[in-house]
């Protein structure tokens, strides 16, 4: 069943996603375009497939995060915020039978153990943009903070992280063993410049 709702009220289903799609475009290109009218959703060629969305406990879920991440991105600051999605049920057989051949909805939006509560944030922010390096590599902030993501792929701050969290990254080969040490060294610049103080 097809609907018209503000993408703004759907929920992401995963809290990190791929940074390219199938056909190799980037969600920056995917929502450039989308932005242009360059790209449009639909069922037709060259269109991007319409969002699938689930409902569950009263929330819409989608099970296409990228697509639901660039909607998102190409209608935010617009004061009318509406696509069009396909509205699933849980115990629908899902996309791609011939790689998974039995798969329900259900399935797909839980994995195997079907644990509820994996809905996450509605704001794209939010959400990890897989960029192909290690959980453990730092990376840089929004606003210039150093920061890895952890075995849950939760964003910590190098000032947060343990000495015991380090000593882990430290044990994951050559690669962790650098990344940790280079944490070490900024968390140790950080606790020097607040034990100094503002300049006099």
Known sequence: MTQTVSVKDVLFSQSSIKNVF???HTLKETT???K???????DGDGQLKPIRVVEVDGKLVSLDNR?????????KGKRQQLVKVVVVQ???LSGNQAKHPGRTVLDELYGENCKPGKM???KPEAIRIKDGLATFVPREGRKGGLFVYDQNEVKVYAS???DKKLDAIA??????????????????RQQAEKKAGPWP
Not at 67 to 74: D, I, P, Q, S, T
């Open 22 to 24: 199938n056909d190799g």
């Open 32 to 34: 450039a375009a989308l």
């Open 36 to 42: 242009n009218g360059d790209l449009t959703f639909g």
């Open 67 to 75: 697509r639901l991440f660039v909607a998102k991105e190409a209608l």
């Open 90 to 92: 849980l115990d629908d």
């Open 120 to 122: 996450t944030s509605v």
């Open 160 to 162: 947060q992280l343990s």
């Open 171 to 188: 044990k994951l080969g050559p690669a962790g063993a650098a990344a940790a040490q280079d944490l070490r060294d900024i968390k140790a």
